[in-house]
């Protein structure tokens, strides 16, 4: 079992950053994947941002490409993600997760373990 632990949200106004933390226990995070997702209130969860296993490939979704950065540290057992220039349609409950693998999912049905959530909100 992984368990994640996110970090970081809080409320920011457009234009300005965060970054995003999750932190896993229970076992090394090194064999799985990562992925960000986000949750806005009335919508479903949509994918943010995919990392492989040796951090060597990452994917974004359009929306945050250019402005956003997933990164880990398998030493720290911990997965980021930066957050530049926030717009208020960011505004979201923002969860990291873990798929075994390195390919590239961006489904939340194909992601294992989940966090709970870090709220962002970016106020205009």
């Known amino acids: 079992q992984v368990q994640l632990v996110e970090s970081g949200g809080g409320l920011v106004q457009a234009g300005d950053s965060l970054r995003l933390s999750c932190a896993a226990s229970g076992r090394t995070i090194s064999p799985y994947s990562m992925g960000w997702f986000r949750q806005a209130p009335g919508k479903e969860r949509e994918f943010i941002a995919f990392?492989?296993?040796?951090?060597?490939?990452?994917y974004y979704a359009d929306f945050v490409k250019g402005r956003f950065t997933i990164s880990r540290d398998n030493a720290k057992n911990t997965v980021y993600l930066q957050c530049n220039s926030l717009k208020p349609e960011d505004t979201a409950v923002y969860y990291c997760?873990?798929?075994?693998?390195?390919?590239?999912?961006?489904?939340?049905?194909?992601?294992?373990?989940w966090g709970q959530g870090t709220q962002v909100t970016v106020s205009s």
């Open positions: 997760a873990a798929r075994p693998g390195s390919l590239l999912r961006i489904g939340p049905q194909e992601y294992s373990y």
């Open positions: 990392i492989s296993w040796s951090g060597g490939n990452t």
